[in-house]
């Protein structure tokens, strides 16, 4: 299996704030890559795929970049709707696998 | 705009088989080439992806759970499920069903059911 590893595990911002979360996998994924956001009680929300693309009326403070086995997701200016658990997920390889998680939390 | 639905018993026996059902609403489950997938959430965890059909019966499934898993589509009921034997504790999630798109990035999600295995 493809391991996925995000950091960091927590993070704590304030609004405004400029926030990077990175995903790290095992092996080379080229841009085969997804980011969801979730919150409490909801399914996940598809903000980004194939690394950088932005899933429509997804806000553009949100990017990704990355390819291979490094990738990072950035929140430009966090709002207060933000603060939330971001997962990233790799579709190069079966199993897809899904990072541990990174929980945004207010400073 | 699609909907995905999932329902099913709440509660399973261990040993027992968990089986739930993903009804899809607002499009056909026919059109377009579409994964439709099943993921898991223990509480206060991360996502486990369990497997994925398309509409000509294709299967993949998480080898941590494939001797245990069968995810089949009903074109007739718009409807796709899922069955997972011989469950234990460790099965206990929420579980989402969802539609892959492009491979496998997730756009539509069911709202989730918890499923607690317990006897």
């Known amino acids: 299996d493809i391991q996925v590893t995000q950091s960091p595990s927590f993070l704590s911002a304030s609004v405004g704030d400029r926030v990077t979360i990175t995903c790290r996998a095992s092996q080379a994924i080229s841009n085969y890559l997804a980011w969801y956001q979730q919150k409490p009680g909801k399914a996940p929300k598809l903000l980004i795929y194939a690394a950088s693309t932005l899933q429509s009326g997804v806000p553009s403070r949100f990017s990704g970049s990355g390819s291979g086995t490094e990738f990072t997701l950035t929140i430009s200016s966090l709002q207060p709707e933000d603060f939330a658990t971001y997962y990233c997920q790799q579709l190069n390889n079966y199993p897809i696998t899904f990072g541990q998680g990174t929980r945004l939390e207010t400073k | 705009q699609v909907q995905l639905q999932e329902s099913g018993p709440g509660l399973v026996k261990p040993s027992q088989t968990l089986s739930l059902t993903c009804t899809v609403s607002?499009?056909?489950?026919?059109?377009?080439?579409?994964?439709w997938s099943w993921i898991r959430q223990p509480a206060g965890e991360g996502l486990e992806w369990i497997g994925r059909?398309?509409?000509?019966?294709?299967?993949k499934y998480n080898p941590s759970l494939k001797s245990r898993v069968t995810i089949s589509v009903d074109t007739s009921r718009n409807q796709f499920s899922l069955n997972l034997n011989s469950v234990t504790a460790a099965d206990t999630a929420v579980y989402y069903c969802?539609?892959?798109?492009?491979?496998?990035?997730?756009?539509?999600w069911g709202q989730g059911t918890l499923v607690t295995v317990s006897s």
């Open positions: 969802a539609r892959g798109q492009s491979g496998s990035y997730y756009y539509h």
């Open positions: 059909s398309d509409t000509s019966g294709s299967t």
């Open positions: 607002g499009g056909s489950i026919s059109s377009g080439s579409y994964y």
